[in-house]
């Protein structure tokens, strides 16, 4: 049985959570709408009509959530600073109110001996910017830019652990190209145009803080997973490179300096030809402390000659008859432990964070308690196979769970539930979760 002792003293144990998924408070105290808080009011986008308006309240109740965090024996909180809160409409006035919730939170944080991991960008673009293009158009990085350095002066002095990005490709493509996440667009034109753009915003924000900021611990988190052919025929193996190229490689690869990957592919080859002139190349590069991964399953392709561009289609977990969450997410721990290699086999990459990890599964609340024995066998898997990498000497520092609560849970609205703590959406009371139990356990073993 694995001990947290085995990961070492110096190992960072936390947990993760975003401005928009736990805040509430989405249209008060001088905060602007968010594209989230936009696109949830257009019928069917979310499931059962579901919105962000108040999800958890954290904005009222982040002393008594601070406080579960130190409950369960985190040393770290994850959590993210809305962009609308700061400037309602992205740029020009700040909101006095919102800079204040954030100085409160960071000081609850210290106070309780947590250690605050803030993220400048999880998901929640101001509207207004978005009204001029959002992450399509070039001047999104001059406002990103601003929003940065307010942040960076404002709490500098507090906050030396910061994450540019939360998963670029996942709001690029599932925002600008598949339309199922917020802003809803769709289409290659506006896709690689959001991956452009946001791959600036990545390394401009990492120099802002570096300028900003006395001993400034910076990362940004990619979303990742292992990708696998079904079969080995050329076609299945060629189109997992496709995607491949795009879930992992997208934007570690300029990040590290190495432009946009091509990967052989047509398309890919065009884009990176479009942007390798020494200009964009620079710009896009910047030399992070750590990289933060954020792994859930695995994909297993197969070429599909009917989908567009791609060609490529994923074979689901339940059909291969392979463990799933509820989500219909692979459980594989095996492919845990090999994209943390995948990404460690870059020389560029100094330190590896896992910045989140987690499954949602069906919670019941009975009898004051919820028993969610897979979510604990998912930890215990997934940790071991953590360990096994760390001890084979790859420099990884810390891991944070997905999620402290049960909260907004994008497109799926409140139904996934990730928390280790159980979330009563309509009287907004918590229950530690077995899980949550399990890792008060877990963080005093020995």
Same mark, same amino acid.
């Given at each position: 049985?694995?001990?947290?002792?085995?990961?070492?003293? !110096?190992?960072?144990?936390?947990?993760?959570?975003?401005?928009?998924?736990?805040?509430?408070?989405?249209?008060?105290?001088?905060?602007?709408?968010?594209?989230?808080?936009? %696109?949830?009011?257009?019928?069917?986008?979310?499931?059962?009509?579901?919105?962000?308006?108040?999800?958890? !309240?954290?904005?009222?109740?982040?002393?008594?959530? @601070?406080?579960?965090?130190?409950?369960?024996?985190?040393?770290?909180?994850?959590?993210?600073?809305?962009?609308?809160?700061?400037?309602?409409?992205?740029?020009?006035?700040?909101?006095?109110?919102?800079?204040?919730?954030?100085?409160?939170?960071? !000081?609850?944080?210290?106070?309780?001996? @947590?250690?605050?991991?803030?993220?400048?960008?999880?998901? +929640?673009?101001?509207?207004?910017?978005?009204?001029?293009?959002?992450?399509?158009?070039?001047?999104?990085?001059?406002?990103?830019?601003? %929003?940065?350095?307010?942040?960076?002066?404002?709490?500098?002095?507090?906050?030396?652990?910061?994450?540019?990005?939360?998963?670029?490709?996942?709001?690029?493509?599932?925002?600008?190209?598949?339309?199922?996440?917020?802003?809803?667009?769709?289409?290659?034109?506006? %896709?690689?145009?959001?991956?452009?753009?946001?791959?600036?915003?990545?390394?401009?924000?990492?120099?802002?803080?570096?300028?900003?900021?006395?001993?400034?611990?910076?990362?940004?988190?990619?979303?990742?997973?292992?990708? &696998?052919?079904?079969?080995?025929?050329?076609?299945?193996?060629?189109?997992?490179?496709?995607?491949?190229?795009? &879930?992992?490689?997208?934007?570690?690869?300029?990040?590290?300096?190495?432009?946009?990957?091509?990967?052989?592919?047509?398309?890919?080859?065009?884009?990176?030809?479009?942007?390798?002139?020494?200009?964009?190349?620079?710009?896009?590069?910047?030399?992070?402390?750590?990289?933060?991964?954020?792994?859930?399953?695995?994909?297993?392709?197969?070429?599909?000659?009917?989908?567009?561009? =791609?060609?490529?289609?994923?074979?689901?977990?339940?059909?291969?008859?392979?463990?799933?969450?509820? &989500?219909?997410?692979?459980?594989?721990? !095996?492919?845990?432990?090999?994209?943390?290699?995948?990404?460690?086999?870059?020389?560029?990459?100094?330190? =590896?964070?896992?910045?989140?990890?987690?499954?949602?599964?069906? +919670?019941?609340?009975?009898?004051?308690?919820?028993? +969610?024995?897979?979510? @604990?066998?998912? %930890?215990?898997?997934?940790?071991?196979?953590?360990?096994?990498?760390?001890?084979?000497?790859?420099? @990884?520092?810390?891991?944070?769970?997905?999620?402290? &609560?049960?909260?907004?849970?994008?497109?799926?609205?409140?139904?996934?539930?990730?928390?280790?703590?159980?979330?009563?959406?309509?009287?907004?009371?918590?229950?530690?979760?077995?899980?949550?139990?399990?890792?008060?356990?877990?963080?005093?073993?020995?």
């Amino acid at each position: 049985m694995i001990k947290a002792s085995d990961f070492g003293a !110096d190992f960072l144990w936390g947990v993760a959570a975003a401005a928009a998924q736990i805040e509430g408070a989405a249209d008060g105290y001088g905060k602007g709408p968010s594209i989230w808080d936009t %696109f949830s009011k257009r019928s069917g986008k979310i499931k059962r009509g579901h919105q962000p308006t108040q999800t958890c !309240d954290f904005y009222h109740k982040y002393k008594e959530d @601070i406080a579960l965090v130190k409950t369960l024996g985190f040393s770290v909180f994850r959590f993210s600073i809305s962009w609308p809160r700061i400037l309602p409409y992205g740029k020009g006035e700040i909101n006095k109110e919102g800079i204040l919730f954030y100085h409160n939170v960071i !000081d609850e944080c210290l106070v309780n001996g @947590i250690i605050p991991y803030v993220t400048l960008y999880h998901w +929640d673009l101001p509207d207004a910017l978005e009204e001029e293009g959002g992450w399509t158009a070039y001047s999104v990085n001059d406002s990103f830019n601003n %929003f940065v350095s307010i942040c960076a002066k404002e709490y500098g002095d507090k906050v030396k652990n910061w994450i540019v990005l939360n998963e670029p490709f996942g709001f690029t493509s599932l925002g600008y190209m598949l339309g199922i996440h917020a802003p809803g667009k769709t289409g290659l034109t506006n %896709f690689f145009s959001a991956v452009h753009h946001t791959a600036i915003a990545q390394a401009d924000g990492g120099r802002i803080l570096r300028a900003e900021v006395q001993n400034a611990n910076l990362g940004t988190s990619f979303s990742c997973s292992e990708v &696998m052919p079904y079969t080995q025929s050329d076609a299945d193996v060629t189109a997992a490179k496709r995607i491949d190229c795009l &879930m992992n490689r997208l934007f570690i690869e300029p990040t590290l300096g190495m432009g946009y990957p091509g990967a052989d592919w047509d398309l890919m080859e065009k884009f990176s030809i479009q942007h390798s002139t020494w200009r964009h190349t620079e710009r896009l590069t910047f030399d992070f402390d750590f990289i933060g991964l954020q792994n859930y399953f695995p994909l297993t392709i197969k070429y599909n000659a009917f989908i567009p561009v =791609l060609q490529a289609w994923e074979v689901k977990a339940k059909s291969r008859k392979k463990p799933h969450t509820a &989500m219909g997410w692979e459980i594989n721990a !095996d492919s845990f432990y090999n994209i943390i290699k995948q990404f460690a086999s870059y020389p560029g990459i100094k330190k =590896l964070m896992i910045t989140e990890n987690g499954a949602a599964y069906h +919670d019941k609340l009975s009898g004051g308690h919820v028993h +969610d024995p897979e979510r @604990i066998a998912y %930890f215990e898997l997934y940790l071991a196979a953590l360990l096994k990498a760390k001890n084979e000497g790859l420099n @990884i520092s810390g891991y944070m769970a997905w999620t402290l &609560m049960d909260n907004f849970e994008w497109a799926e609205g409140f139904n996934a539930r990730f928390g280790l703590v159980h979330t009563d959406f309509k009287t907004q009371h918590r229950t530690i979760k077995d899980s949550g139990y399990w890792f008060q356990q877990f963080l005093k073993t020995t």
